[in-house]
């Protein structure tokens, strides 16, 4: 059985079009998120969405919106997450940053 450990997985909800300098935010962060030394981080994009605007962003054809809306996580231990998050906040104006704590098993 594999050693079960605690962990952070941080999430951040924002939107497509967000940016930082002349790249979309989600790539950024992820491109920081490598150079920071966390383990790993995934980009969803999501089908359908809204946030505290209340404006629906869908990618149903007749709706087509040009901000859907994009979640990026990441699993890691309590230091790197929480090392990370004065880095996350300066970049992050538009959207949520979640840090719940999970168990990895694998």
């Not at 999430?11 to 790539?27: D, F, M």
């Not at 383990?39 to 946030?51: C, L, N, W």
């Not at 990618?59 to 901000?67: A, H, I």
């Not at 990370?84 to 970049?91: E, F, T």
Request: proline share 5%.
């Amino acid at each position: 059985m594999p050693e079960q450990k605690p962990a952070l997985l941080l999430r951040i909800y924002t939107g497509e079009k967000e940016q930082w300098g002349h790249q979309a935010l989600y790539h950024a962060l992820v491109l920081k998120f490598r150079e920071l030394g966390l383990a790993g981080a995934t980009v969803y994009r999501g089908v359908e969405g809204y946030g505290p605007e209340n404006r629906l962003r869908t990618s149903r054809v007749l709706d087509l919106s040009v901000d859907l809306p994009v979640v990026i996580e990441v699993v890691d231990c309590e230091e790197k997450i929480r090392g990370a998050l004065p880095v996350i906040r300066k970049m992050v104006k538009k959207g949520l940053i979640t840090i719940s704590v999970v168990e990895v098993v694998k």
